[in-house]
């Protein structure tokens, strides 16, 4: 059974800095994805990750996938307060059925 | 006007009622999902659809059904509502077609209270 584990689940952290949010999970993959979520509204797509070694970036935002250590990085460069919000990964399973297996969330604060 | 949405977006009911909660689309996705989401925590798969005929259970299906009326079309349905079933739901579709790497789309999100 695929699991998957976001850390920190929470984090506060001051503009300006930068910081990486870890996705970690437990069965072969090589489709991650990363979702964003504001506080009452739906989900928005931030990144697709479809193989290993893939890098995609999108303003303050770099996403990375490691296949083999069954990692992905979200990186945050020179916070501001606008990337407030809680982001989510999923994998998809890509075994027969394909579903989206998502982590618990990473809620981010970020302070002036 | 939205791609995906979601009726109605607010509900508040008592327990044993049954309630219906509807999604349709205008992506001309195939594929269509129920998520459910609780306070702090990631979203559960309840159902999902990759056709007209095909319905399959998720993680967390029991207390709860769906239907496919159509392409654009699908509903969940709780026979017997409970209050742990209290939650946000949310609709999502996707695509099956090359190169579209199964990316789904959510609505914007059913809030349900059950008293």
């Known amino acids: 059974e695929l699991k998957v584990e976001q850390n920190p689940l929470f984090l506060s952290m001051q503009e300006g800095k930068n910081y990486t949010i870890y996705c970690n999970y437990s069965t072969t993959s090589d489709r991650l994805y990363w979702y964003r979520q504001d506080p009452g509204k739906s989900l928005e797509s931030l990144f697709v990750l479809l193989s290993n070694g893939a890098v995609k970036q999108e303003g303050r935002l770099m996403a990375s996938l490691d296949t083999k250590a069954r990692l992905s990085t979200l990186h945050i460069t020179a916070a501001v307060h606008d990337l407030s919000a809680t982001y989510f990964c999923a994998v998809d399973t890509f075994q027969g059925a394909q579903k989206l297996v998502f982590g618990q969330g990473t809620r981010l604060t970020i302070n002036p | ?115």
Not at chain 2, 6 to 18: A, F, H, L, M, Y
Not at chain 2, 71 to 81: I, W
Request: charged letters at 25%; hydrophobic letters at 30%.
């Open chain 2, 1 to 115: 006007d939205a791609d995906v949405t979601q009726t109605p977006r607010n509900r508040i009911t008592k327990t044993g009622k049954r309630i219906m909660l509807e999604c349709s689309q205008t992506k001309g996705h195939d594929r269509m999902y129920w998520y459910r989401q609780d306070p702090g925590l990631g979203l559960q798969l309840i159902y999902y659809s990759f056709d007209v005929k095909d319905i399959n259970k998720g993680e967390i299906s029991d207390g709860y059904s769906v239907s496919r009326q159509a392409q654009a079309k699908f509903s969940l349905s709780l026979e017997s509502a409970i209050p742990n079933q209290t939650a946000l739901y949310f609709c999502a579709t996707s695509d099956s077609r090359q190169g579209t790497y199964n990316e789904q789309f959510f609505g914007p999100g059913t809030r349900l209270t059950v008293l």
